[in-house]
C-alpha cells in the first residue's frame, strides 16, 4: 500500500523542482537554432512587401501623371533623382509656355523646395528611405533624366533640341532590395506601365525577359 504514496510523492517532488540548467540550456539552443532558420524566411517576406509596395505606388503615380495631362492638355512628367540618404522621384505638369521645367526639379530636396520653376505643377514627390532596404532608379544610366507625357495622346517622349521638339520614347524603373529581389517598371511608347520581376525572390509577377 506505501508503493503507490512514495510514487505519487516523487511525482509531486519532480513538478515542484522545475528544470535544471541543462534542460533550459537546451530549450534555448533549440529556440536559436528554429529563429536561424525561419529568419531569412521572414526578411525575405518583408523585402517582397516593401518592393510590391513601392511598385504600387509608382504605377499609380505614372497612371495618375497620364491622366492630369490628357485632361488639363498640358504636358506632364516624370523625373527620378537619388541621394546618399533615399531614391525618389517627381511627378506633375508643366505649362503651355515652358519646355524643361523638370531640370529644376529635384526630389531629394525639402518638401516646398522640390522645383524652382514657376511652371511645374506637382502631383506629388515620393522617397525611399535607403535604410528600407530598397531602391529606386532609371532602368540604365543612359537612359532619359526624366520624360514627358504627351498632352494630346499621353504617349511618352523627350525634347530633342533647343527648340523643343519632341521624340517618342521607351522609358523604366527599376526597383532593387538588397535581399536580391528586383521589379522592373516599364513604360511603352504609349506612356502605361507594366511590371514584371527579376532577381532571387519570388514576387509573384511575371517573369522579366
Given amino acids: 500500500m506505501l508503493e503507490p504514496v512514495i510514487a505519487m510523492r516523487r511525482a509531486s517532488l519532480l513538478l515542484r523542482r522545475g528544470v535544471t540548467l541543462t534542460e533550459l ?4 539552443v533549440i529556440a536559436v537554432l528554429i529563429l536561424s532558420f525561419a529568419a ?7 523585402e517582397r512587401q516593401r518592393l510590391l509596395a513601392v ?8 497612371h495618375l501623371t497620364r491622366m492630369e495631362t490628357l485632361s488639363r ?9 537619388s541621394s546618399t540618404e533615399v531614391t525618389c522621384y517627381v511627378f506633375g505638369i508643366n505649362s503651355l509656355t515652358t519646355n524643361t521645367p523638370p ?7 525639402a518638401d516646398g ?9 506637382l502631383l506629388g514627390v515620393v522617397r525611399v528611405p535607403r535604410s528600407t532596404g530598397v531602391t529606386l532608379s532609371r532602368l540604365s544610366d543612359d537612359a532619359p533624366e526624366f520624360v514627358y507625357f504627351n498632352r494630346a ?5 523627350v525634347i530633342a533640341n ?3 521638339d519632341a521624340v517618342p520614347v521607351d522609358y523604366g524603373f527599376r526597383l532593387r532590395g538588397s535581399r536580391g529581389g528586383e521589379i522592373r517598371v516599364d513604360m511603352s511608347v504609349g506612356g502605361r506601365p507594366s511590371t514584371c520581376q527579376g532577381g532571387a525572390n519570388n514576387l509573384g509577377l511575371g517573369q522579366c525577359p
Avoid: H
Avoid at 540550456?25 to 534555448?28: D, G, L, Q, R
Avoid at 531640370?103 to 530636396?109: I, K, R, V
Fill in 73 to 81: 492638355d498640358a504636358r506632364g512628367f516624370v523625373k527620378p533623382g
Fill in 103 to 109: 531640370e529644376t526639379c529635384d526630389c531629394t530636396q
Fill in 162 to 164: 533647343d527648340l523643343g
Fill in 113 to 121: 523646395s522640390v522645383c524652382s520653376d514657376p511652371g511645374a505643377k
Fill in 40 to 46: 531569412p524566411s521572414f526578411m525575405d517576406q518583408i
Fill in 55 to 62: 511598385k504600387d505606388e509608382l504605377v499609380a503615380a505614372l
Fill in 25 to 28: 540550456m537546451v530549450t534555448i
Fill in 153 to 157: 495622346t499621353g504617349s511618352l517622349e
